[in-house]
């Protein structure tokens, strides 16, 4: 397996929202060249099949991080204009729900408490994410913001939170608080706030998979911080991501077998991992950007966890469900969801779900 690129560098998450750089612990690696179709019967069909496929691709900052968008088709115009289609679906998710655009309607119902005439998109992204919460019993919950400003004002003092300002935060959390409805979002309490970080990227790139499929496109990888797979890659190879090993990460390893714990082959399936390597609060990795919400600290045992499932928004979402336990709590809560899973602890070890396809690194 070639690697494809090792040129995005993250984007430093802003200060105004939860830290969402760029997941560079998974990593593509794709064959070379223009694929072909297979032949079919009939001068037509024999015509199509000679006809390569023309890749092109987009890179845009969004999120707070670069975004990745690569599709092929036979006509150049009409994959132009599928990718189009797509950036602009990933426009509108950003508008809507990212916290690094003080405008977005996410930031304006944190600022005013409730919203009216709520977006479509962003209403299926909170039902979602309720039903989530709801069945995880709180292990996932996007009213979580007050803790990750608690943990990221006291990391600017060389600190973590005290017990009173934790308890403060706590207090501010409880998804049962956030009351939704066809015409208006509203947050019970004064206080409180949302983060969609950890589902919003994952819906970015199952919209834009639908755009381009609506316009087409057969074969496609969509990186919005999570990966959405369509079809196959350059010369008719199965997408293939390199879960790196997060005790190795950073862009030094991008690509290498070295910096890897294991390579899956998608099947057509979401791919999101969560880990501890990025945005740490202390050097120790043992505090972090992901919280239980139960509790406002850092799980303890896992260091990373990539989910494999057919939507890429619940795939982001489970990430954080199935990294509150031990790596045999994440393969017993794989079952439970109808995902697959591969878990890493702190010391390094990792296992997958049986139903994940790995495959060699190269």
């Known amino acids: 397996m070639t690697p494809l690129r090792d040129r995005f560098a993250a984007v ?9 750089p760029r997941r560079q612990w998974l990593r593509t ?44 088709h036979r006509d150049s115009d009409t994959v132009e204009r599928a990718l189009d289609a797509a950036v602009q679906a990933v426009r509108h998710v950003e508008a809507q729900m990212s916290l690094f655009d003080p405008a977005s309607a996410i930031s304006r119902l944190n600022r005013e408490g409730s919203l ?13 994410a309720q039903r989530v919460s709801a069945r995880s019993d709180g292990a996932f919950d996007i009213t979580v ?37 066809a015409d208006e979002v509203q947050l019970r309490r004064p206080g409180m706030a949302l983060t969609l970080n950890g589902i919003a990227q994952g819906y970015a790139a199952d919209l834009a998979r639908e755009r381009l499929r609506a316009h087409g496109i057969e074969h496609a990888l969509l990186d919005t911080g999570e990966w959405a797979p369509l079809g196959h890659g350059p010369g008719d190879r199965p997408w293939t991501l390199a879960v790196a090993d997060p005790q190795a990460s950073g862009d030094d390893i991008v690509g290498k077998a070295a910096g890897a714990v ?19 609060f202390t050097a120790d990795h043992r505090h972090h950007h992901i919280f239980d919400p139960r509790s406002g600290q850092s799980p303890a045992q896992l260091a990373s966890v990539t989910v494999v499932a057919p939507s890429c928004a619940l795939a982001d979402a489970l990430t954080k469900v199935l990294f509150m336990g031990s790596v045999n709590d994440a393969l017993a809560l794989a079952r439970h969801w109808n995902v697959d899973v591969l878990a890493i ?4 070890k990792w296992q997958a779900s049986p139903g994940l396809r790995l495959t060699g690194l190269a």
């Open 262 to 280: 294991a390579a899956l082959c998608t099947e057509g399936r979401s791919v999101a991992t969560s880990s501890d390597a990025h945005t740490t």
């Open 116 to 128: 009216r005439h709520v977006d479509a998109d962003l209403l299926r992204v909170l039902q979602l």
């Open 345 to 348: 602890d702190k010391s390094g």
């Open 12 to 20: 430093p998450p802003q200060p105004s929202g939860p830290a969402n």
């Open 29 to 72: 690696s794709l064959g070379l060249g223009a694929a072909l179709l297979g032949s079919k019967a009939g001068s037509t069909a024999a015509t199509a099949a000679s006809t390569p496929l023309v890749w092109r691709e987009r890179a845009l900052l969004g999120f707070g991080t670069t975004l990745w968008l690569r599709a092929a």
């Open 145 to 181: 913001q007050p803790l990750w400003l608690a943990w990221d004002a006291a990391r600017r003092t060389g600190r973590t939170p005290s017990p009173q300002a934790l308890a403060q935060a706590r207090a501010l959390v409880g998804w049962r608080d956030l009351v939704i409805s």
